[in-house]
């Protein structure tokens, strides 16, 4: 189970920090990843990290604004969302599964949580 928390709603340019909780699986041998979804739109790929937290990958829309990182003591994601931008408006899945650089996206899925919304306005 992936539990998600901390959105809400800020102004452009203000920083949110998302959480997600896992439970009742091998969190630390699974790679870790954030999607969001528009209204709209396609799911789209946000941020992954390896299960042993060396390597992370992003997308072009949110490199150097957003940051993924993971304590494995505590079975939690994270993703630190700067300088955040009324396009960022999206409900936010924290995801679980392979991060393999090779593949585009970084990221196959094997477990998704329930979303968070974020939403950023101007």
């Known amino acids: 189970q992936l539990v998600e928390s901390g959105g809400g709603l800020v102004q452009a340019g203000d920083s949110l920090r998302l959480s997600c909780a896992a439970s009742?699986?091998?969190?630390?041998?699974?790679?870790m990843g954030w999607f969001r979804q528009a209204p709209g739109k396609a799911r789209r790929f946000v941020g992954a990290?390896?299960?042993?937290?060396?390597?992370?990958y992003y997308a072009d829309s949110v490199k150097g604004r957003f940051t993924i990182s993971r304590d494995n003591a505590k079975n939690t994601v994270y993703l630190q969302m700067n300088s955040l931008k009324p396009e960022d408006t999206a409900v936010y899945y924290c995801?679980?599964?392979?991060?393999?650089?090779?593949?585009?996206?970084?990221?196959?899925?094997?477990?998704w949580g329930q979303g968070t919304q974020v939403t950023v306005s101007s």
């Open positions: 990290i390896t299960w042993s937290g060396d390597g992370t």
């Open positions: 009742g699986y091998a969190f630390s041998s699974y790679g």
């Open positions: 995801a679980a599964g392979v991060v393999d650089a090779h593949n585009r996206p970084p990221m196959d899925v094997d477990y």
